[in-house]
């Protein structure tokens, strides 16, 4: 009885996979072919909502970053030369972008993955997604896949990158498709987990392409981090968040500092900041709060969360109420670099 059911979802998870190779950019490399395993409607409003998807792109010049082997983590993806917030890092298309849960059982309310197939399916559709790719794109697929020392196939599908399509709710609502939709990718496929993370990641639909961008300072030779988890929380819970990432523990700096005490302290201080509290206050007292909180993110080298720039911009109209126009210049000027890094994409 159970068999039956489960071949019936395998079946029915199978049936809602559709495969596209989205069509080369002119003048774009070969490998540009982006395979996309998902629902038709997706790409169907993308294709209303963008003329000649995808868009070309500009790419980055080569050698800025290299994968290589880690001491504790495999492989990571590390920097070739120093960066500064703002600058783009990585940018590629894809070799697949899959909806995220496709290994998610139905019959337990489209939310858990079923251990008895869950992964095996995943492995499936991500095996005969291989025949269906072009050949340049194929190769990597493959590389990737052997090459893929810490992950067996089915894992793969865990550690794609969150990448939302940002297409219209009444879609959504009304085809019932996939909210979550997550990529394999060339050198995105190997950048590690960090609770404080150097890059933050952005997908751009009109390109179909990955970016990632730079949010504090990186020396030559210092690992590329991006973040699988919400980082306000303390270090017990977003363990409890990297589990299904296959990561137990999290060995990033972070978590593997001493003084978690203090850390978890100041995640929660970020974590509690109320906005519309602040405002509330005389500049004095809302410029104390507001340093705290700044202090605390960067402290916590956490600069890649939206909330920096925010935090920034308030103090610097709370500044600028007290006369320190130039105090206030300063941080309004590193606000728009920050709420540019947090929106920004390839037109960068
Ligand atoms: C997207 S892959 C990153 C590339 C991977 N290291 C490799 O060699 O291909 C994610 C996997 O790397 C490992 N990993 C990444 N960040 C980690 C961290 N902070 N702590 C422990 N393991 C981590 C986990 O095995 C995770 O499933």
């Given amino acids: 009885m159970e068999f039956a059911a489960t071949k019936a979802w395998k079946e029915a998870v199978l049936k809602r996979v559709i495969y596209t190779n989205i069509p080369d950019a002119a003048d774009s490399p070969a490998h540009d072919t982006v395979l996309y395993v998902g629902e038709q409607v997706v790409l169907d409003t993308l294709r209303r909502k963008y003329r000649n998807l995808p868009r070309q792109y500009v790419p980055l010049p080569n050698g800025l970053v290299a994968v290589q082997s880690t001491p504790s983590l495999s492989l990571g993806v590390f920097a070739k030369r120093a960066f500064k917030p703002g600058d783009v890092v990585v940018r590629e298309r894809p070799f697949l972008i899959a909806a995220a849960d496709i290994g998610f059982d139905p019959s337990a309310g489209g939310k858990k993955v079923n251990p008895l197939i869950g992964n095996s399916v995943l492995g499936e559709i991500l095996k005969s997604a291989e025949r269906h790719f072009l050949p340049p794109n194929r190769d990597g697929f493959a590389a990737l896949l052997t090459d893929y020392s810490l992950n067996p196939v089915h894992d793969l599908m865990k550690d794609m990158f969150r990448s939302l399509f940002r297409i219209g709710e009444k879609d959504l609502e009304t085809s019932g498709v996939y909210k979550d939709y997550r990529l394999v990718s060339r ?162």
């Fill in 187 to 348: 050198v995105a496929s190997r950048i590690n987990h960090s609770c404080s993370p150097n890059v933050v990641c952005h997908f751009d639909e009109a390109t179909f392409t990955f970016n990632a961008v730079v949010t504090r300072e990186i020396q030559i030779g210092e690992e590329i981090l991006t973040t699988y988890c919400p980082l306000e929380l303390p270090r017990a819970e977003r363990h409890r968040y990297l589990l299904p990432y296959n990561i137990d523990p999290c060995r990033c700096e972070a978590c593997e500092m001493t003084d978690q005490e203090g850390s978890n302290q100041r995640r929660k201080m970020i974590y509690d900041y109320d906005m519309h509290k602040v405002i509330q206050l005389s500049p004095r007292k809302a410029l104390k709060e507001l340093i705290g909180v700044r202090n605390a993110i960067e402290e916590e080298n956490l600069q890649f969360l939206p909330v920096y720039p925010m935090v920034l911009q308030l103090m610097g109209s709370f500044w600028a109420k007290l006369g320190k126009s130039t105090l206030s210049e300063g941080l309004q000027k590193q606000a728009d670099l920050y709420h540019s890094i947090h929106k920004s994409g390839p037109s960068r």
